[in-house]
């Protein structure tokens, strides 16, 4: 079976200082595992995507995410928060190879001026 | 650039209307989704296709009902609108084995 578990519903941040989201899964499989954000009133766009190739993943807008395998975590880092990062946040696993994904709950990041 | 088409932003619909919301896709990916998003519970899976006239049910499919007659296009339908039925719908499609997909602006459907 296969799960996500965000850890964090909100997060608020200075503008500048660094951010990170945290996500933990749970996989019976060779997971694949992604990020996506989400603007308000607008659909999901991927930020990175993780399918076992190299465990530190980097994606736009200056975001990255290791992978860790022993603590089964993804966790969304960038060095320095910008008012356009303010956004919902979603930690995804998927089977490598199979067609379903798996939400976490969302992450609500507020960016402070 | 892949694109996903849903065909309202918003809509305000009747207790016990029939509901259509459709999605088109361009990229010919095999699967397509429909999902709910509602505050605090992420997105659920109401019912998944991997191909034409190909359906699964998702997490919660009570209530709604599927339609992909052509590869481009999948519809979900509500038979009988009801108000907990309130809800950003969010279409996404992605090639077959391929995980990541890519989702439509949504539609906001509002029951009243």
């Known amino acids: 079976a296969q799960s996500v578990t965000q850890l964090d519903s909100h997060v608020s941040v200075s503008e500048g200082t660094p951010v990170l989201l945290r996500c933990n899964y749970s996989s019976s499989y060779s997971p694949s595992l992604f990020w996506y954000v989400q603007h308000p009133n607008k659909g999901l766009q991927l930020l990175l995507k993780?399918?076992?190739?190299?465990?530190l993943v980097k994606g736009i807008n200056g975001f990255e995410a290791e992978f860790k395998k022993s603590e089964t975590s993804f966790h969304l880092t960038k060095p320095s928060a910008h008012m356009s990062d303010a956004a919902e946040y979603f930690c995804v696993v998927s089977e490598t190879g199979a067609n379903n994904l798996f939400f976490g709950t969302g992450t609500r990041l507020t960016v402070i001026p | 650039d892949v694109k996903v088409t849903q065909s309202s932003r918003y809509l305000v619909k009747r207790t016990g209307e029939k509901v259509f919301l459709e999605c088109v896709q361009d990229m010919d990916h095999e699967n397509m989704f429909w999902y709910r998003q509602d505050p605090g519970l992420g997105l659920r899976l109401i019912y998944f296709?991997?191909?034409?006239?190909?359906?699964e049910k998702g997490d919660i499919p009570e209530g709604y009902s599927v339609s992909r007659e052509k590869k481009e296009r999948f519809s979900l339908i509500l038979e009988s609108a009801s108000t907990n039925q309130t809800s950003m719908y969010l279409c996404?499609?992605?090639?077959?084995?391929?995980?990541?997909?890519?989702f439509g602006q949504g539609t906001r459907l509002t029951v009243v």
């Open positions: 296709s991997y191909d034409v006239k190909m359906k």
């Open positions: 996404a499609s992605s090639f077959r084995g391929r995980g990541h997909a890519f």
């Open positions: 993780y399918t076992s190739a190299a465990t």
